[in-house]
């Protein structure tokens, strides 16, 4: 039985255009690397989706490895998306990336042609979809041309399987590589997926950059920096938290004395903001307009919605990105 999706779903978010492109992407859109793989609850699963989606969500962002199992979180979306949103297909916007290992051999991993064209069957299997709408090259591969990686991106957009196609954790030189010769193929690089956060700001060294000049847009995951730009550990580190438990994602000794300063004094400055932690910090992100939308992830409904409540104030005064700057660096 689909989903009766709110008829005011899309009077809460902000849509930002993709680069130079015609797409427009949500300016929060959801990721599904941790907490939608077999092991989770698929009830909570399934009511993340539809709670995003009536908020405006069209974005839905895998990988094949998300779960775990790696595998699963695709699993999860399609099932999902044939109980619940075949109606709405056309509304949604579905990426899924390759070239983490996913099975054993020569050919499971990295950015061969083989690899990649093979692993988008297996990831549109699992998901039920005649194709996605965004494919990525996940991560740079230090031994097959990046010739070979892109026309395999090139082949896949001509084949229907992919509608656009981007890259991830690839340098500023790397991406002009990229972009480059995929436009010598006639196709273009729609979008990149870096690391972005308050403490995670490597992209501003020429990243940004880049893709302002070529036109292309800019997803940035892991704003809260894996849950540290939240409320979640201001008091220590909670029994059931990421950091508390076997997670490989997030270590209690990332959670240094001289780290939680910092997001403490963040966590005032979102207060005279009247906002969350989390808030400020998905707003600092998309300040500016050099980033397109922001990739959250979620384990309860309300973590969705604390997201969107966050573009109620996206506007930061020069005295206020003056005094993150200076807890960020001080």
């Known amino acids: 039985m689909n989903h ?11 849509y930002n255009r993709c680069g130079a492109s015609g797409l427009k992407l949500p300016a929060i859109s959801l990721g599904m690397w941790h907490n939608f793989g077999s092991g989770d609850n698929y009830e909570t699963a399934s009511l993340i989706v539809k709670r995003s989606f009536d908020l405006g969500i069209t974005h839905f962002d895998l990988a094949n490895n998300y779960g775990p199992p790696p595998g699963s979180a695709e699993e999860t979306i399609g099932t999902i998306i044939q109980r619940d949103f075949l109606a709405y297909r056309d509304e949604l916007i579905i990426s899924t990336k390759s070239g983490y290992k996913m099975w054993e051999g020569p050919y499971g991993e990295w950015g061969s042609k083989k690899n990649m064209v093979v692993s988008l069957d297996q990831s549109l299997k699992r998901m039920k979809l005649e194709y996605v709408d965004i494919y990525y090259h996940h991560r740079p591969d230090p031994e097959t041309p990046l010739e070979e990686t892109m026309s395999a991106l090139d082949l896949i957009v001509r084949q229907g399987k992919a ?3 981007g890259v991830s954790n690839y340098s500023p ?14 196709t273009a690089c729609l979008i990149h997926q870096p690391q972005y956060s308050m403490l995670g700001r490597k992209v501003e060294d020429g990243l940004l950059d880049v893709l302002m000049q ?13 849950g540290i730009l939240t409320d979640r550990y201001l008091k220590g580190i909670p029994e059931d938290s990421r950091a508390a438990g076997k997670s490989n994602f997030l270590r209690p000794e990332e959670l240094t004395d001289q780290v939680m300063a910092r997001v403490n004094q963040l966590n005032e400055m979102a207060r005279k903001r009247g906002q969350k932690l989390s808030q400020m910090a998905l707003a600092w992100v998309l300040r500016g307009g050099r980033v397109t939308s922001a990739l959250i992830g979620a384990s309860k409904v309300s973590q969705i919605e604390d997201a969107v409540s966050a573009l109620n104030n996206l ?15 001080g």
């Open 4 to 14: 009766s999706a709110l008829n005011n779903r899309y009077s809460s978010m902000t």
């Open 163 to 165: 509608l656009y196609v």
């Open 173 to 186: 030189d790397q991406t002009k590589q990229a972009v480059d010769i995929l436009r010598s193929l006639g």
């Open 214 to 226: 070529e036109g292309i847009g800019c997803i940035a995951f892991s704003p809260l920096h894996k």
């Open 315 to 329: 506007t930061f005064s020069d005295e206020e990105l003056k005094q993150i700057d200076d807890i960020l660096v």
